[in-house]
C-alpha cells in the first residue's frame, strides 16, 4: 500500500461506498465491499486499528460470562450472540492462522463445587461450538493443573482447561486493510473526516476530509457513508443529523504487562471471580503475560485513555490471588487502555451488563449508515450485516457477502511449519523465521528480500528484540506507517506490550523512518522527543517510579 498513490485516486475518483473508521469493523466492511464488486474508500483520523482495535483482550470467543447470564437470566438474545461468535471464532483462525490461534485457558476451581459448576458450564460452550470447537473442555485435578501451570496458587482445588482463540488484533485489522486494497479498495490513515457534504434534502452528497500529515483538505465523493468509528459513532451520526438522538455508551478497560517468566505457561488463566463482577484475564502474549482487564464508564475526551496507578492495583490485587509467587509493582512493564463502545439500550444499567452486540442504523433523513456497537469477535458479522444493507440501499441484493472465505494478506498458502521453509530458503535463525512467519505469514519473503538488497537491514533493533531493521522499512513502504507510534504499537505491538525497550529502540526506528519519509533532522529529533515524552507519561501515569524508567532505558 502506497499512501501517495491512494491520496491520488480518493481525490479523482468517485464511491460506491465511503467507510468513516479504519477499526475492526471498518475495515471488514472495506473487505466486505471488494467482496461483491463495490469501489470504496476508507478514511481513518490517525491509524488503522489505532483506538479499540488494537486495546482489546487479543481472545477470539463466544463469551463464557455471556453464556453464563443468558443461562441466569433465559436471555435467548444472549445465548444466540455467543452461539455466532463462536462460528465466526473458527472463521477469524481459518482466514489468518498466522495471525490467529487456539488458546488452552485454565479456570481455577478453589472448591469441588466449582469445579462442578465450572465444568457443566464450559461443557455448555463446548455443545454450543459443535463442529467448530478448537478443543474440548476437561476438568483436571490440581496436580494435572500444576503440571501444565506451575506458578498458579498451590491453594486450588482443581481447574477447568477450557480452549477459545487468540489474535494478534492490531495486525490482523492491518491485514484486513491489505486484503481489501489488494482487491481495488482505498484506504487512508492519517486522513480526518471534517464534515459532510448535504443535498437541499440533506441527504449526504460528500464527506470534506483532511489530510493530517500535510493539513491539505478533499472531498470523497460516494452513494452512501458508513459510520464505522466505534466509540465515537454519536459524533458522526449527530454531524450527519443533529436531531438524532445519542446511542452509545463508552467504558474504559486496562491491561498491564509482566514478564512472561512470571507465569511461563502456554495456557492462559481466566479468573472467575472478581469484587466487580467482571472476568480476568492473565495471557502469555508476545513473549509477555497481559493482565486484564477493567471496567470502568468514562466520556469520550480526545485523548488516549491510559493506566492509572488505581488500575495496577486493582489488577494486581485481584491476579495475586491466583499467583503462587505474588507480582509486585516493580515487575510491570506496560500497559493500555481501550474504549469499549457499548449500543445503549437500558440508560442505567451498569457498562459490565450491556451485551457486546450490535446494530445497522439508516439515518432516513441524511442517509447514513451506522454499524453500531459488537466486538473483535464479530467483526465480519456486523460487516456483512452493514453491507447488506448498503446493498438494498444501492438495488444490489443479488452480491452477498464472500468473506467467510477469503484469505487475508499472509494467510494464504500458510502453514504452521511455514518458518521451516524459511529457515531452510533463505538461511534464517529460528527465532527470526518463527518471527517472520507469525507476523507477516506468506509476506515474509517480502521482507526478507529488503535484507538481501541491504543485508544491513537484518540486524535487530535492540540486543532483546526479534524484529529487525528490515521491518520498519517495510512498514513504511508496504504498510502505510507514518509516525514512529504507527510502527511501535501497531505494526510491532511494542509500545503496548515493553516500555522500557519501546523506548529503547525508538531512536533507530526514528532513524529509519526518517531515511524513508524524508524528515529533516529537526523533525527527526522533534517526533522522537515528543515520542519520548508520551511514554514517560504512560509511566508516570502508571504510578510507576521514573527511577525505574531510567534504570531500564
Not at 453464556?67 to 473458527?90: C, G, N, S
Not at 509486585?328 to 451485551?355: M, N, W, Y
Not at 532483546?464 to 514512529?484: D, G, P, Y
Amino acid at each position: 500500500m502506497n499512501r501517495s498513490t491512494q491520496l491520488h485516486l480518493a481525490r479523482t475518483q468517485h464511491f460506491d461506498v465511503c467507510i468513516i473508521g479504519g477499526g475492526a469493523t471498518g475495515a471488514g466492511c472495506l473487505l466486505d465491499t471488494r467482496s461483491r464488486g463495490l469501489n470504496a474508500i476508507l478514511i481513518e483520523k490517525r491509524d488503522f486499528a489505532s483506538e479499540t482495535s488494537s486495546k482489546s483482550t487479543k481472545l477470539i470467543h463466544g463469551g463464557v460470562r455471556y453464556l453464563e447470564q443468558a443461562v441466569k437470566q433465559a436471555d435467548l438474545h444472549q445465548y444466540h450472540m455467543v452461539k455466532k461468535a463462536l462460528r465466526e471464532r473458527l472463521t477469524l483462525i481459518r482466514n489468518a492462522p498466522h495471525l490467529a490461534h487456539p488458546l488452552p485457558l485454565l479456570t481455577p476451581c478453589m472448591s469441588w463445587w466449582e469445579g462442578v459448576y465450572y465444568t457443566a458450564g464450559l461443557k455448555m460452550y463446548d455443545t454450543l461450538s459443535g463442529d467448530l470447537s478448537l478443543g474440548k473442555s476437561e476438568w483436571l485435578d490440581k496436580d494435572e493443573a500444576l503440571k501444565l501451570n506451575p506458578n498458579l496458587t498451590h491453594t486450588i482445588h482443581s481447574a477447568v482447561k477450557y480452549y477459545d482463540g487468540q489474535l494478534n488484533d492490531a495486525r490482523y485489522n492491518l491485514s484486513l486493510v491489505k486484503t481489501a486494497a489488494g482487491r481495488g479498495a482505498i484506504a487512508l490513515n492519517h486522513t480526518e473526516a471534517v464534515d459532510f457534504e448535504k443535498d437541499e434534502t440533506g441527504k449526504l452528497t460528500g464527506l470534506l476530509v483532511r489530510d493530517r500529515l500535510t493539513g491539505e483538505t478533499f472531498a470523497v465523493r460516494s452513494r452512501l457513508f458508513i459510520n464505522a468509528t466505534g466509540p465515537f459513532a454519536d459524533w458522526l451520526r449527530l454531524r450527519a443529523n443533529p436531531a438524532k438522538a445519542k446511542r452509545m455508551r463508552v467504558s474504559k478497560g486496562v491491561h498491564i504487562i509482566v514478564p512472561g517468566e512470571l507465569m511461563p505457561s502456554e495456557a492462559a488463566v481466566l479468573v472467575p471471580k472478581t469484587d466487580d463482577g467482571r472476568v480476568v484475564f492473565i495471557i502469555p502474549y508476545n513473549g509477555k503475560l497481559m493482565i486484564g482487564t477493567t471496567e470502568t464508564e468514562t466520556e469520550l475526551t480526545g485523548a488516549e485513555p491510559v493506566v492509572e496507578s488505581s488500575d495496577v492495583d486493582y489488577l494486581l490485587e485481584t491476579v495475586n490471588r491466583y499467583f503462587q509467587t505474588p507480582i509486585s509493582r516493580d515487575q510491570v512493564i506496560a500497559g493500555f487502555g481501550g474504549l469499549r463502545p457499548l449500543l445503549q439500550a437500558d440508560p442505567q444499567a451498569d457498562t459490565k451488563q450491556l451485551v457486546r452486540d450490535h446494530e445497522v442504523e439508516v439515518d432516513a433523513v441524511s442517509g447514513l449508515i451506522s454499524i453500531l456497537g459488537g466486538k473483535w469477535t464479530t467483526y465480519r458479522l456486523m460487516a456483512q450485516d452493514t453491507l447488506d444493507v448498503c446493498c438494498e440501499q444501492l438495488g444490489l441484493t443479488d452480491r452477498p457477502s464472500q468473506t467467510e472465505h477469503i484469505r487475508l494478506s499472509g494467510g494464504e498458502g500458510y502453514s504452521l511449519d511455514y518458518w521451516q521453509t524459511l529457515v531452510t530458503t533463505y538461511e534464517l535463525s529460528e527465532p527470526l523465521a518463527r518471527h517472520l512467519a507469525q507476523f507477516y505469514g506468506t509476506e515474509a519473503p517480502e521482507v526478507i528480500k529488503l535484507i538481501q538488497e541491504n543485508p544491513e537491514l537484518a540486524e535487530p533493533l535492540a540486543g532483546n528484540v526479534v524484529q529487525v531493521k528490515a521491518e520498519v522499512v517495510f512498514a513504511v513502504r508496504q504498510e502505510m506507517a507514518c509516525t514512529l507510534k504507527d510502527v511501535l504499537a501497531r505494526r510491532f505491538s511494542l509500545e503496548l506490550t515493553d516500555w522500557p525497550t519501546t523506548y529503547r529502540v525508538s531512536e533507530e526506528v526514528s532513524t529509519l523512518m526518517a531515511r524513508e519519509l524524508g524528515w529533516t533532522d529537526e523533525q527527526c529529533h522533534r517526533y522522537l522527543a515528543d515520542y519520548h515524552d508520551e511514554l514517560r507519561q504512560f509511566w508516570a501515569k502508571a504510578g510507576l517510579q521514573q527511577e525505574e524508567w531510567r534504570q531500564t532505558s
